[in-house]
Nanobody, 116 residues
Framework: QVQLVESGGGLVQAGGSLRLSCAAS????????MAWYRQAPGKQREVVAT???????DYRDSVKGRFTISRDNAKNTVVLQMNSLKPEDTAVYYC??????????WGQGTQVTVSS
């Protein structure tokens, strides 16, 4: 049974930091490309950051320089370090895993709320 379990969300003031973790089980984690997506109320889910199986990373423009995605294949985890948080970062954050084009698995999401 495949599981992606996110943790680390919460309430933080603007300018603060949060560290999200996603623990994967039931898959050969090292061969999966991983990503963090987010969805704010009334908006579509959007990609925040991605990391390939080889460790290459990419970010949406609005989080570049503030967020860092990383992975630990020994621990089957992917982490999103979020600094200098803004109210517009408020959303439910989801971890996703894919082999090729489409995402095969998603976590249940973790709420991030940034107060102004």
């Amino acid at each position: 049974q495949v599981q992606l379990v996110e943790s680390g969300g919460g309430l933080v003031q603007a300018g603060g930091s949060l560290r999200l973790s996603c623990a994967a089980s039931g898959i050969t984690f090292s061969i999966y490309h991983m990503a963090w997506y987010r969805q704010a109320p009334g908006k579509q889910r959007e990609v925040v950051a991605t990391i390939t199986s080889g460790g290459s990373t990419d970010y949406r423009d609005s989080v570049k320089g503030r967020f860092t995605i990383s992975r630990d294949n020994a621990k089957n985890t992917v982490v999103l370090q979020m600094n200098s948080l803004k109210p517009e970062d408020t959303a439910v954050y989801y971890c996703g895993a894919r082999r090729v084009k489409s995402y095969d698995y998603w976590g249940q999401g973790t709420q991030v709320t940034v107060s102004s």
